[in-house]
């Protein structure tokens, strides 16, 4: 488990990650509340100064507070869209592969159509037929318009195990088809599982973003990196501190991400020690 | 005692123009105690009948006729439960191949433990102890470290003895062993060899012993099946095959094996190769590559006859009265 982390890539993803983290969890202890504007005409648009280290935005609130406070919630809707993207693929890419014959077919077929729907469309439609849906819902979504393309890598990667000597030696030992999934296709998908899974963390904070920045995504007040962009785009000559700061962080997380995936499956496939 | 008897055994693949056989008609026994090797060339169909045994033949391919008896019990009629609990269980099967039969990414350990598991036998740290326990009957040195190791980890000899402690792990009355040797050095060979007729012994398991390598089965089989086209061509004890082969088939295998004692002389190969299953003869199916057919061996379809004391072959010229 060792070895991955000697890389400096890696280690700089994980560093740049957990800065991140630890930016948006200690960030309300330190920092003015995100919301709180004490003189909404008097502070807007203020240069980046010690009180304000990002300036403020046009509604007189601290920039840096907003930053880190939404940074948080980006990276906990990705993530945890990921992860549900990630659970749901998982699921049918494995249970196609293990079903096999008219069954893979017909799952597989279903997937393909779904996955021929854009995601930011299907988002903006439920969206728009959903108009005060809780960031909870929003994530939720973004979850379950994501997990296509993690079910087609893992049911290549069980289709090819399933084939193979090692199921048909498992199930010579008189093994269930719980059994193959959980032991025998689920560990050999994992690497797979874990870079797509990482993949779409990144994917998912950048569809965030983009919707949100549309209005159709995070809600307002509600920090995040979205919005943010969003509060920015208006004030861009005048004040473009205000989407630098949150664009260069959205890039540096969806980067440092998408590297972490690599360097945990490297640290989960014991064929790599 | 008989404990596996294959009754008239047919598997059919969907092919265009009609079903194919490769696995056409095929019987043979093991008692108990017994090793019996089947012998033949690569898409004669003893692999298939191997894993036709444990109802393992790969789709679109099914077993359309014939009988498969393990005991009292009817193997090609069970289904789910019934059939999970023979597999491992009673039946245990060793693999071409130990890189590819392995999982890689679980320790070998526990794939040793998972027989155990799968039938209720132990479970935990008790499983875990008797899968240690398997590795140093298989002659694995320090059995409790390498019980943590990856199979890639393990050297080819290695990972098949690991193999054979996995299809014996459930105490299995049958050891079903597919070209166990095929992919390891020759060096290694003799002691897989060694090791499962010494198991075969020590438990008192039949062993059906699968192999194209007649060098195999001189030392290491009680009796021999040739098989040839999806059919048992000959049957009879070991030394017999060697000593006076009937079949014309078997005779010209015994001749392209180069001998160690006698005088050097030519290999004599057979001419030609097997043709696939679409395309075997109706009557005798070695007829056009047989150095001995004559008329009938093209009109008409040879049964097993006797050639002497449990001993039958699928030709001819076995026929009394010629």
């Not at chain 2, 070991?238 to 088939?249: M, Q």
């Not at chain 2, 007829?287 to 008409?300: D, K, L, Q, V």
Request: hydrophobic letters at 50%; one cysteine or more; charged letters at 20%.
């Amino acid at each position: 488990m060792t070895r991955p982390w000697r890389s400096a890539g890696a280690r700089a993803a994980l560093g740049t990650l957990a800065l991140l983290a630890l930016a948006a969890l200690v960030a309300p202890l330190l920092l003015p509340d995100p919301a709180a504007a004490p003189d909404p005409l008097g502070a807007r648009l203020l240069v980046p100064s010690l009180a304000h280290p990002l300036g403020t935005d046009a509604l007189s609130r601290d920039v840096l507070a907003r930053l880190a406070h939404g940074t948080g919630i980006s990276l906990r809707v990705g993530l945890l869209a990921a992860l549900v993207a990630g659970a749901l693929g998982a699921l049918v890419g494995l249970g196609a592969a293990a079903a096999g014959g008219l069954a893979d077919d017909l799952l597989m077929r279903g997937t393909d159509a779904l996955a021929s729907i854009p995601r930011a469309f299907a988002v903006l439609f439920a969206v728009a037929a959903w108009p005060g849906m809780p960031l909870g819902g929003f994530t939720l979504l973004l979850g379950i318009t994501g997990w296509m393309a993690v079910a087609r890598i893992v049911a290549a990667e069980g289709r090819r195990m399933m084939a193979g000597d090692a199921v048909a030696a498992a199930r010579a030992l008189g093994a269930g088809r719980r059994r193959i999934i959980l032991r025998h296709l689920l560990p050999n998908a994992a690497g797979q599982l874990i870079v797509a899974t990482a993949l779409g963390v990144g994917e998912a904070m950048l569809l965030e973003a983009g919707l949100s920045f549309l209005g159709a995504g995070v809600r307002p007040p509600t920090p995040s990196l979205g919005t943010l962009l969003h509060d920015g785009k208006d004030a861009l000559a005048a004040a473009p501190w205000l989407t630098v700061a949150p664009g260069l962080v959205l890039t540096a997380a969806v980067l440092a991400t998408n590297r972490l995936g690599d360097a945990l499956r490297d640290a989960f496939d014991p064929r790599q020690r | 005692m008989t404990l596996l008897s294959v009754e008239d055994l047919r598997i059919a693949f969907p092919a265009p123009g009609g079903a194919v056989h490769p696995v056409d008609g095929v019987s043979f026994t093991v008692d108990r105690g017994e090793t019996l090797a089947l012998v033949g060339e690569s898409g004669c169909g003893k692999s298939l009948t191997a894993l036709a045994l444990l109802q393992l033949v790969p789709p679109p391919g099914r077993v359309v006729g014939g009988r498969v008896r393990l005991g009292e019990v009817d193997v090609t009629a069970l289904r789910g439960e019934a059939l999970r609990a023979v597999r491992g269980r009673r039946i245990g099967m060793v693999f071409q191949d130990p890189l590819t039969s392995l999982n890689p990414v679980l320790r070998v350990g526990d794939q040793v433990a998972e027989g155990l598991v799968a039938h209720g036998m132990a479970q935990g740290v008790a499983a875990r102890r008797r899968a240690v326990e398997l590795l140093r009957e298989v002659g694995i040195a320090d059995a409790e470290a390498r019980a943590d190791a990856y199979p890639h980890q393990l050297s080819g000899g290695m990972r098949q003895r690991v193999g054979i402690a996995i299809a014996l792990a459930a105490e299995p009355e049958l050891l079903v062993a597919d070209e166990p040797t095929t992919a390891l050095d020759v060096t290694v060979q003799a002691q897989i060899l060694e090791l499962i007729d010494q198991l075969r012994q020590q438990r008192g398991m039949g062993v059906l012993l699968i192999t194209h390598d007649l060098g195999i089965v001189a030392g290491r089989a009680d009796r021999v099946a040739v098989m040839y086209a999806g059919q048992v061509v000959e049957a009879c004890p070991t030394a017999e095959l060697f000593a006076a082969p009937a079949h014309p088939y078997t005779r010209g295998l015994l001749a392209s094996v180069p001998r160690l004692t006698g005088p050097v002389g030519r290999l004599t190969p057979i001419g030609g190769t097997v043709p696939p299953p679409a395309q075997w003869p109706p009557a005798c199916r070695f007829e056009p590559r047989c150095p001995e057919r004559f008329a009938r061996c093209a009109s008409e379809r040879p049964t097993l006859l006797p050639a002497g004391d449990g001993h039958v072959t699928r030709c001819w010229l076995a026929e009394p009265g010629r």
